[in-house]
């Protein structure tokens, strides 16, 4: 192999060529790499019994960890692969159940055997087989077991009096997926004190506050999306020891987690900003009076 590394995408290219029946001989005449190269990458590909629509689910860095990743040799891969397949139905299980994640998950797999797959590889596997069921997944909400939240992605406005400026504002969207009761309000902008203040507004007005409150992923709470485990600011951390309930993210690349809370944001647009665009307000708390 050449001492030079190929890219996860040269390498995911490799892979597709051979999924589309290519030989050895015209990958090398397509893509330029060695033989050796070609043969290596594919016999790892090949311990891994992954299908290719598998390999093009997973991100870079995950299929470099399950392709370049250490082969562990207390247990053929094949047979950690079988044997965490079989418990990946569980997992799903598991994973539905309030405030438990896939870290948690991990750590009850590993603590069994220190030598089987990485969190990494772990949740590659997990995510591949959710990506398979989620085609007949149905989700049950339960009444005041969560709220989700997110703001409007096509701004509000009202005309400064004193100048004539139009001042642009976010729009607010929570939505209780039970009932499909919604709130929505108009904020200057989605940093942390109007984010807070929404926050705040949202459960005075319930009379209360759910187990859990998902959100996409705003800059004003989560300091690093992910596809598997968002870290949060310090912010979301201090909202849910001051509620007791508990902050989740949308996961990266996964429309059908705020599925709902979008669509409600749709009939905002239908029932609020349509009704109201040819209406002047002068103030936010007008505008306000009129959402309501």
Known sequence: MSNQPKSMRQIRHILQLQA??????????RTGYSRNTIRDYLGRWASLGLAIETINHLDYEALGSLLLGEQKAAIPRTERQRQLVEKLPH????????GVTRQLLWQEYR??????FGYTQFCAHLGAHLHRSDAVMHFEHKAGEEMMIDFAGKTSFYVDPDTGECMDCQVFVAVLPCSGYCYVK???TQRIGDFVHCIANRFSWLGGVP??????????GVKCPDRYEPKFTDLKEQLSVHYGCTFMAT???RPRDKALVERHVQIVYQRVYAPLQDVTYT?????????K
């Open 20 to 29: 589309q029946g290519a030989s050895i001989r015209q990958t090398v005449k």
């Open 91 to 98: 997992f799903t299980k598991e994973l539905k159940r309030l």
């Open 111 to 116: 603590a069994k055997d220190p030598e089987d």
């Open 186 to 188: 108009a904020v200057p």
């Open 211 to 220: 187990r859990s409150v998902t959100c996409d992923n705003l800059r004003s």
């Open 251 to 253: 996961l990266v690349a």
């Open 283 to 291: 103030s936010l708390r007008g505008l306000n009076e009129a959402i």
